[in-house]
């Protein structure tokens, strides 16, 4: 089993704070050229509810409307990371309607793909959204899937030997982001 080092400080406080600023102005730019004054948005649990709700407060002193915003759970692992499935497990905090819906699913990491597939079908199963932009915080590369987001507030080129660490104040007490190396463990 591998352990982790912190290679290098990729944002600290204000660095997250100006890339949620980027990720709203992005979200108003859609809003702006679009019929539907009021999206939905959609946070992938963890960290991808509070930068939901952070880009949500950022709209509403822009002047739009609060967005309606929901949850989702996707999980591969239990927290002991046994594996609980080949495919991810998804939970939604409850059904909410999407059809002819602008929706944003924010993520804090997009990495292979998995989990936006994931949460696209369950999305799908909902019913069917005019549109759906894929938010993420941090896109490291690396997909299996052929996925892109619409919008990454921070792109970093990293190796399968690096893992990105996201901390938001709601979950982790702190804002920053730190790319980690795998070591292995001494036996």
Known sequence: MANLRVKRELAGPEAVDRLVEATARFVHQVLQNGPEPKPLFVGIQRRGVPYARRVAQRLQHLGHPAPELHT?????????????????????????????????????????????????????????????????????????????????????????????????????????ILLMEKQEASP
């Open 72 to 176: 989702m759970e996707i999980r591969f692992y239990t927290d002991d990371l046994r594996l609980v499935s080949e495919r991810p497990v998804v939970t939604l905090n409850h059904t909410f309607p999407v059809d002819q819906r602008r929706v944003f699913l924010f993520d804090d990491v997009l990495f292979t793909g998995w989990t936006a597939f994931a949460a696209l079908q369950s999305l799908y199963r909902l019913g069917t959204p005019e549109r759906v932009y894929l938010v993420t915080l941090v896109d490291r590369g690396h997909r299996v899937m052929p996925l892109c987001a619409d919008f990454a507030a921070l792109t970093v080129e990293t190796t399968l030997q690096e893992v990105i660490h996201v901390h938001l104040q709601e979950v982790d007490h702190e804002d920053r």
